[in-house]
C-alpha cells in the first residue's frame, strides 16, 4: 500500500528521515501515527524508528535529548519540534509484565514491528508513502479487527497493559478483538494487578470516551478485567447495567460520575474510590459535585443553591450522564442555572471592605460568615443582588 497523500505533521519530520537516510540507514514513521493516517484519524504523536544506534542518530544531529536512551530513544530538537527517534530493538524478560529486562539494538525492521503490541500497530511508513506491513495489519484494519502480533500469549506477559490497550482501541476505533486475542485476554487478565494503577486509569478512561464505549465496558466484563482494577470486581451487576445503558460521554468528570452514580456512591466513597484510581483532586471534587446533583435530579429536588455549587459544566455533566435524557428537563435545568442572579460570589455587589469602611462590620470572621450568608440568600432569591438591599440584610444577619 502507498499514501499518495503525507499528512503534514510527517511532511514537517521528513527533514529527520531523510538526513538518517542520507547517512546510510533506515528510517520510518511507524506505530500508531501510521495507522491513524490510514484510517482518517487525527495524528497525535509522530515516532521514527531507524536502523541507525542511537549513537549514531546522535552524531548526526546538532541537538539532542536521551529521552530514553537505555531502550535506544533519542529526541531530535533540530527542526523546531521535538521527534523521538527510537532504534530497532528486541527485547526480553519482562519480570514487571511492563518493562523489559533487556533491551537488544538491531538492523532489521522486520525484528522491530515483530515485538509490537497488534498488527494494526505493527505499521511502518516511508519517505515515498510506502507501507511496511509484515503481519497483516492492513488486512485487519479493513476488516475492523485488533489482533496481537504472533501469539497473544506473549504479548500480554510482556507488558500486561496491552489488555487494556486492546479494550480501549476497540472502543476508540469501533472494531471486534479477534478471538484468541480476546481468549489470551481473558487467560491474563490478573496480570493487570501488576501495571501501576495510573496507566490503567488512562487506558480506561480513554476507552470510555471512546466510540462504541459499552463494548469496551463489556469486553471488560467478559475477560474478567474489571476484578482487576480498583473497587469495580463487586460491582459486577452495576457495570453491566452501564453497558445497557446508551451513554455518550465526553470527559472524564461524566466517566467518573455515570460509575459513582450507578454505584450508589456517597460523597466519602467517591473520594475513595476515586483516591483508589490516583484521580486529580480537581476531578474527585467535580465528580461529587456532578454526583450528588444527578441523585438530586432523580430525587426531583433540585435548588438554586445545588446548581449554583455545581456550576454550569456540572450541570452539563449530570445532564451527560442522565443517558437518555428528558429534552424539555435537561433544558429547564440550563435554563435554571442560566437565570442565577450570581454564579459566583465576586458578583455580589458588595465586598468585605464596604461592609468594613462603612463600618457596619469589624474585621474578624464575621466578615467571611456575612459574606457567605449573604452569597447563599442572594442564590435563592431571598434578597436581591444591590448595594442597598445587601446592607440592609448584613444589618438583620448581625443582630
Known amino acids: 500500500m502507498r499514501i499518495l497523500k503525507i499528512p503534514n505533521e510527517f511532511k514537517e519530520a521528513l527533514p529527520i528521515l531523510r538526513k538518517i537516510e542520507r547517512a546510510g540507514y533506515e528510517a520510518y514513521f511507524v506505530g500508531g501515527s501510521v495507522r491513524d493516517t490510514i484510517l482518517h484519524r487525527p495524528i497525535h504523536d509522530v515516532d521514527i524508528a531507524t536502523s541507525a544506534y542511537p549513537s549514531e542518530v546522535k552524531s548526526l544531529f546538532r541537538r539532542t535529548v536521551d529521552t530514553g536512551i537505555e531502550h535506544g530513544t533519542v529526541m531530535i530538537l533540530d527542526h523546531g519540534n521535538g521527534y523521538e527517534v527510537t532504534t530497532f530493538r528486541t527485547e526480553s524478560g519482562y519480570q514487571d509484565y511492563r518493562r523489559p529486562d533487556k533491551v537488544f539494538f538491531v538492523r532489521s525492521l522486520k525484528e522491530d514491528l515483530k515485538r509490537r503490541d497488534f498488527t494494526i500497530n505493527a505499521l511502518a511508513l516511508s519517505e515515498s508513502g510506502e507501507v511496511t506491513d509484515l503481519f497483516g495489519g492492513l488486512a485487519d484494519m479493513k476488516q475492523h479487527i485488533i489482533r496481537a502480533v504472533g501469539d497473544p500469549n506473549e504479548r500480554f506477559n510482556e507488558d500486561a497493559l496491552r489488555m487494556m490497550r486492546a479494550v480501549r482501541f476497540a472502543s476508540q476505533l469501533d472494531f471486534k478483538i479477534e478471538q484468541a486475542t480476546l481468549a489470551g485476554i481473558a487467560r491474563h487478565s490478573q496480570l493487570l494487578e501488576k501495571i501501576a494503577v495510573e496507566r490503567s486509569h488512562t487506558e480506561f478512561v480513554k476507552m470510555m470516551l471512546g466510540v462504541d464505549a459499552e463494548n469496551g465496558l463489556n469486553i471488560m466484563l467478559q475477560t474478567k478485567l474489571y476484578q482487576h482494577v480498583p473497587v469495580f470486581g463487586d460491582h459486577f451487576k452495576e457495570l453491566q447495567q452501564i453497558v445497557d445503558t446508551k451513554f455518550d460521554l465526553v470527559n ?130 431571598q434578597i436581591g443582588n444591590t448595594p442597598q438591599e445587601l446592607i440592609k440584610a448584613t444589618l438583620n444577619f448581625i443582630k
Open 252 to 381: 472524564e468528570t461524566q466517566v467518573w460520575s455515570l460509575i459513582c452514580y450507578q454505584f450508589g456512591f456517597s460523597r466519602q466513597q467517591i473520594t475513595h474510590f476515586l483516591k483508589r484510581w490516583k484521580t486529580a483532586n480537581k476531578i474527585i471534587n467535580d465528580v461529587i459535585l456532578t454526583t450528588d446533583l444527578r441523585f438530586r435530579i432523580a430525587a426531583n429536588r433540585v435548588d438554586n443553591w445545588l446548581l449554583y455549587q455545581a456550576g454550569r459544566q456540572n450541570v452539563v455533566n449530570a445532564i451527560t450522564i442522565l443517558g437518555k435524557p428528558n429534552h424539555t428537563e435537561s433544558q429547564e435545568l440550563l435554563q435554571k442555572y442560566d437565570n442565577l442572579t450570581i454564579t459566583n460570589k465576586k458578583q455580589l455587589k458588595i465586598t468585605g471592605g464596604d461592609l468594613i469602611k462603612r463600618g457596619i462590620l469589624k474585621p474578624g470572621p464575621t466578615v467571611g460568615q456575612t459574606l457567605n450568608y449573604l452569597e447563599r440568600a442572594v442564590v435563592s432569591n
